[in-house]
């Protein structure tokens, strides 16, 4: 199933934006657009909206130039939010 991002707008960085459980990012169409896509653990996919594509690509980046004994980036949960007029992404600790 695929699924629309739909990010809240947070008042301020203690506020909680839309919290996702990320088993990756894929890039679909890699020859034409490369539109990134999130696959969530529940099986759905989610493309990104361009503000955030930079972001999608630095992740997969870091996912896949990570040294061998590096915990891998994914699975994770990440937060997504509008704060100042800017959409955002940011990976959770393990405890929040």
């Known amino acids: 199933m ?5 990010p809240p707008v947070v008042a301020s960085a203690t ?3 839309l919290v996702l459980d990320i088993t990756t990012i894929t890039i679909a169409d890699p020859l034409g657009r490369g539109e990134p896509h999130l ?3 529940d099986g759905s996919t989610v493309p990104l909206p361009l503000p955030l594509r930079d972001w999608a690509m630095s992740m997969l980046v870091t996912h896949h130039h990570r040294a061998d004994e590096e915990v891998p980036v994914f699975p994770c949960r990440i937060e997504f939010g509008i704060r100042d007029g800017h959409m955002y992404a ?4 393990p405890d929040e």
């Open 15 to 17: 506020d909680t934006g």
């Open 39 to 41: 696959q969530l653990r």
């Open 90 to 93: 940011r990976p959770l600790s």
């Open 2 to 6: 695929v699924l629309a991002l739909d």
